[in-house]
């Protein structure tokens, strides 16, 4: 393996913002495209289906209404609300409509622009009304009205059809719910990746400008040189190269204290990793391994290159470190 090669952006890191990006464009595109009625799909004349009597569930259909929706039911759920309105076409045959927020505002922006001539094709997919709903609508419909002249749940079917219009949710709703999830699930991890390569790059140019390409790769040249591809790791003769989380390059001089540090998930170790704490105070994981004496060896290492370094976590390496670090920021005397 050339392992000047980690002086450059992780391909492996390239390719999973590739896949992830077209996972998330492709659910993305999926669901727009399954919560909206398809290009060649007919949509039919409400009142037609209704004369007929088959105005069944899922058909698209469009109604001409000329007058502004009347809300008589609104359904919470969670933090959503559903609302439910009457809408009738020139001829006064009355429809049951659900509305966005948004469908219902277009709709009343436009009636107030004209009133006397106002006219709307709403559309939408139809679906099987149900039983409190046909409640709400006979109850709604029912005030004011003599007894004579109310309507019954019997009646309700001819004045209303068997079905209801509904602009924003489409026989595959639900499928597309789901794709937009995977979509948003996907473009959280997809984002972080983005983040890591933003920042590998950033460090990475940094470490460049600030040691020399050819000094680093020469170092990562050298016969002595002790790789450790799969920690993330490498011990030249001069720096500490880590591509673990982000691009590293550390002075031996500069660290002060390295321990292993364990992380752990319901009582499970899930990540071993060697914490590097340097005279700037700063921290750097730059090594990973479930496989301790990888870590250990990696640190011995080090010590080999510097044995004034602290290895391993006691309150004793603690409190000397934190000596060190003071002395470290006292000013030099010339």
């Not at 409400?46 to 105005?55: A, F, I």
């Not at 984002?191 to 390569?197: D, E, G, R, S, T």
Request: proline fraction near 3%; hydrophobic fraction near 35%; aromatic fraction near 12%.
């Amino acid at each position: 393996m050339e392992y000047q090669k980690i002086l450059k952006p992780s391909k492996k890191l390239l390719i999973t913002i590739v896949i992830l990006t077209i996972i998330v464009a492709s659910a993305m595109v999926g669901a727009m495209i399954m919560n909206s009625p398809g290009k060649d799909e007919e949509c039919i004349v409400y009142n037609d289906l209704m004369n007929e009597g088959k105005d069944e569930e899922d058909k698209y259909v469009k109604v001409e209404i000329v007058t502004l929706p009347y809300e008589f039911a609104v359904k919470e759920e969670n933090s959503s609300k559903e609302r439910f309105y009457f809408v009738a076409d020139a001829e006064n045959y009355l429809y049951i409509a659900r509305l966005s927020p948004k469908k219902y505002e277009e709709i009343e922006k436009k009636y107030k622009e004209n009133p006397d001539e106002f006219k709307y094709e709403l559309k939408g997919y139809i679906f099987n009304t149900p039983s409190e709903l046909k409640k709400y609508a006979i109850n709604s419909y029912n005030k004011g009205l003599p007894a004579d002249e109310r309507i019954s749940y019997s009646d309700f079917q001819s004045y209303f059809g068997k079905t209801y219009l509904d602009d924003r949710i489409t026989p595959n709703t639900e499928y597309a719910t789901v794709l937009l999830l995977v979509g948003i699930f996907f473009s959280i991890f997809d984002l972080v990746a983005i983040i890591q390569f933003i920042i590998s790059v950033a460090q990475t140019k940094s470490a460049i400008k600030k040691y020399g390409k050819e000094e680093l790769e020469s170092e990562l040249a050298k016969e002595g040189m002790s790789a450790y591809p799969k920690a993330k790791t490498f011990i030249t003769d001069k720096y500490v190269i880590s591509n673990m989380s982000g691009f590293h390059v550390l002075n031996y001089e500069d660290i002060l204290w390295i321990y292993i540090e364990k992380r752990k998930q319901r009582g499970m170790t899930v990540g071993k990793f060697i914490l590097a704490l340097t005279k700037q105070g700063k921290k750097y994981f730059i090594s990973s391994s479930m496989n301790e004496d990888v870590l250990k060896e990696i640190m011995e290492k080090i010590y080999e290159k510097n044995n004034t370094v602290l290895i391993g976590y006691t309150s004793e390496n603690s409190k000397e470190y934190k000596r060190l670090r003071n002395e470290a920021k006292k000013p030099q005397r010339l």
